[in-house]
């Protein structure tokens, strides 16, 4: 069975801090990971995936496969990316559904 | 982009009545839909996988007599929590999925506020 882990319920940094947000995953099989974020009042939306390897705004993610991690980080936080981020991953084998982690809220502050 | 929609978008009803709660994929058609559940400051967690003109798929722990699933369509999808108790009060969220180009991606609805009471 696929696990995701977000040992962090809350990180709260200052403007201009740098920002990690950690994802642990257990899975038997090649794995494709995701980071969803969910705004205030607002809906889940997709962040970015592995697969892409591509920087959405200011934030990336690497697939460490030996220490099976999908870590989010951004260098310098803003105010405006404060949210809930949840770390996701796809069971290709069962029907594509997603498993999500706890998730964790990030907290910028001025 | 794509866009995912419920109705309603709040609902509260009376223990023992049924509630329909929909779920439209606007601008795309989507084979599969997800429906998820989401307890105050918790994640979300899966409770069936919808494939249009197919018996939905349950998760483990989920009553399938209990949340009557339909899709009937490419871009509707259904939930029906039958004779609905306080403790089915949660918030509701579908999903669509859509795969082009070895990509897959899943939108997500607003979700469906359901009090019980």
């Known amino acids: 069975a696929q696990r995701v882990t977000q040992p962090e319920k809350l990180l709260s940094v200052f403007k201009g801090a740098p920002v990690e947000l950690k994802c642990n995953y257990s899975?038997?099989?090649?794995?494709?990971l995701f980071w969803y974020v969910q705004y205030s009042r607002q809906r889940l939306q997709l962040l970015l995936r592995?697969?892409s390897r591509e920087s959405i705004k200011g934030f990336t993610a690497d697939l460490n496969k030996g220490e099976t991690s999908f870590h989010l980080k951004k260098p310098f936080a803003q105010e405006e990316d404060s949210a809930m981020y949840y770390c996701a991953l796809r069971e290709k084998s069962s029907g594509d559904k997603l498993t999500f982690g706890t998730g964790t809220r990030l907290a910028v502050r001025p | 982009g794509a866009v995912v929609s419920q109705h309603p978008s709040w609902v509260i009803c009376k223990s023992g009545t049924s509630v329909k709660i929909e779920c439209r994929s606007l601008?795309?058609?989507?084979?599969?839909m997800f429906w998820y559940r989401q307890f105050p400051k918790q994640s979300l967690m899966l409770m069936a996988t919808?494939?249009?003109?197919?018996?939905?798929?349950?998760e483990q722990g989920v009553e399938k007599d209990k949340f009557l699933i339909n899709h009937a369509s490419l871009t509707l999808s259904t939930l029906t929590v039958t004779s609905a108790h306080p403790e089915d009060s949660s918030f509701y969220i579908c999903?669509?999925?859509?795969?082009?180009?070895?990509?897959?991606?899943?939108?997500f609805g607003p979700g469906t506020r359901l009090t019980v009471t």
């Open positions: 601008d795309f058609q989507a084979t599969t």
């Open positions: 999903s669509a999925a859509v795969e082009g180009q070895g990509m897959f991606e899943q939108y």
């Open positions: 919808s494939n249009e003109g197919s018996k939905a798929t349950y």
């Open positions: 592995h697969i």
């Open positions: 899975y038997s099989g090649s794995p494709e």
